[in-house]
């Protein structure tokens, strides 16, 4: 049995999680995911009953009940580099034994849930709608420092993709990953779907050029283009590539839905989008 160092599997002083300061028992099985940490707020005021607020640098974390499920809601601040510690550490608290410091005998399986808000890619897709990612992309290199699963990895759409985007060697290899179907069936089934690129930031890799010159300014022109299995690419944001891919390696179940709040093509921006966002995190609560 695996015994995990303290160089490697970090704690805090109370024995808790070293960045999202949990115990096993403060996590529920079920996990919605917000970006900004004043949205942990929004989701927490439709519970029931909260019997858990921890808080540690970005990473604010609500547990409660609603209508009788209780519900983790939990801060992961922007960017894959921040999901790589958020589903790290979620899925040790639940399948490790933190002060045997050993991997569980017998693993639980996490229903994790993104509602992030995002740019659409597609001239047709209104501000303030919900798209669910039905597949991911990601261009941010983070799956290559890991052992992907054989079955965890959409090879046929790297490969599509990477093809009709002629993409250039010295940007990072994308890989793909499809969400997991029984959230899809449960949560957005009536929610239109798409193929999701996650960035490693929010100019450059997106496309914005500010003062620095992009290394392909044609990225875009291409991405609204392309299609797989009757799916198209539907917008960017910058988390749910480090979601998909660790917490479906990890066997853990995976979603993302998000609330379009600029799109791209029609050159619109939605600066009051909270609306919207309390009914889709109503919706997916609901839905649980």
Same mark, same amino acid.
């Given at each position: 049995?695996?015994? =995990? ?36 707020? /929004?989701?927490?005021? =439709? =519970? ?18 609603? +209508?009788?499920?209780? /519900? ?31 991997? !569980? ?5 996490? !229903? ?16 303030? #709608? =919900?798209?669910?990612?039905?597949? *991911? ?40 990953? +499809?969400? #997991? ?5 449960? /949560? ?25 010159? %992009?290394?392909?300014?044609? @990225? !875009? ?11 198209? /690419? ?6 749910? #590539? ?6 479906? $390696? %990890?066997?853990? !179940? *995976? ?7 600029? $799109? ?16 889709? @995190? ?7």
């Amino acid at each position: 049995m695996n015994h =995990f160092k303290a160089s490697e599997l970090t704690l805090a002083n109370d024995g808790s999680l070293y960045h999202i300061r949990l115990f096993p028992d403060e996590l529920a099985d079920n996990v919605i995911l917000v970006g900004d940490p004043k949205r942990v707020n /929004i989701v927490s005021d =439709f =519970f029931d009953t909260i019997e858990v607020k921890k808080e540690n640098r970005e990473i604010v974390t609500h547990t409660g009940t609603y +209508k009788g499920k209780r /519900i983790t809601a939990m801060s992961t601040g922007m960017g894959v580099d921040n999901l790589d510690i958020v589903i790290t550490e979620l899925d040790a608290c639940r399948n490790i034994n933190l002060k045997e410091r050993t991997q !569980n005998p017998k693993l639980s399986t996490l !229903n994790l849930i993104r509602l992030g808000t995002t740019g659409a890619m597609q001239k047709s897709m209104d501000i303030n #709608s =919900f798209i669910c990612s039905q597949y *991911v992309i990601g261009i941010d290199g983070m799956m290559w420092f890991y052992k992907s699963k054989a079955n965890v990895m959409e090879e046929k759409l790297q490969k599509d993709f990477v093809e009709f985007m002629r993409w250039n060697a010295p940007l990072p290899t994308p890989y793909a990953v +499809k969400c #997991s179907e029984e959230l899809v069936q449960k /949560i957005a089934f009536d929610m239109p779907k798409g193929i999701t690129v996650t960035a490693p930031g929010f100019y450059g890799p997106q496309g914005r050029e500010i003062r620095l010159p %992009l290394y392909d300014n044609t @990225i !875009n022109d291409r991405l609204p283009e392309f299609a797989y299995n009757d799916y198209k /690419i539907t917008n960017y944001e910058m988390e749910t #590539s480090s979601l998909y891919c660790l917490g479906k $390696n %990890l066997g853990h !179940n *995976v979603l993302t839905i998000c609330n379009v709040i600029a $799109n791209r093509y029609q050159g619109t921006f939605a600066n009051d989008y909270h609306e919207s966002m309390s009914r889709l @995190i109503q919706t997916v609560l609901d839905r649980i």
